[in-house]
């Protein structure tokens, strides 16, 4: 089998939203740090919607870290949103898609549409992350996989790795 399928294959198993294992409430910032590593469902989102920011009009990212941070202090407040998993996994699968489909859209929207994923990302992550420091670490990380998508982005083939994070958000959504 092609490394190319394998990581397709990989990707498309099928993994509940909010899967991580081994965190400690209370945990400092290592623990906050590796948090949106060990998620497949955020580190797609974050890393699709750092590819999808190569390609727009207007820096988006920065939006992105602050409703990342927003949706944090939601959740360590104890507040859940409404419909937290699916909305993680749908914001997967429809990044995936604006990168597969090379999709330009106003700097406002563009923003809207990612801060509002963030809001999703960053709420359960403040529901399961409840020490500042812990919080500083995911967001750091979080930057991280927003850059490294940055960086993807500039890769001709980027619109394929957009495919197969949709067709990952596709099983999330289906799981």
Request: charged residues 10%; proline residues 5%.
């Amino acid at each position: 089998m092609s490394a190319r399928r394998l990581l397709l294959l990989g990707l498309c198993l099928p993994l509940p939203a909010l899967a991580h294992p081994g965190h400690v409430d209370g945990a400092g910032f290592v623990a906050g740090l590796l948090h949106p590593l060990t998620g497949i469902d955020h580190l797609l989102a974050l890393l699709a919607i750092g590819i999808w920011s190569a390609r727009q009009p207007a820096r988006l990212l920065p939006a992105v870290v602050v409703a990342l941070a927003v949706g944090a202090g939601v959740g360590v407040a104890g507040l859940r949103l409404p419909a937290l998993e699916g909305g993680i996994a749908l914001s997967v699968l429809v990044a995936g898609a604006l990168v597969a489909a090379a999709v330009r859209l106003p700097a406002l929207a563009a923003c809207a549409i990612m801060a509002g994923f963030a809001l999703w990302h960053g709420n359960a992550h403040g529901l399961e992350l409840s020490r500042a420091s812990a919080i500083a670490g995911f967001l750091l990380a979080s930057a991280a996989l927003l850059m490294a998508g940055r960086w993807l982005g500039a890769w001709p083939r980027a619109r394929v790795l957009g495919g197969a994070v949709a067709a990952a958000g596709f099983v999330l959504l289906a799981a």
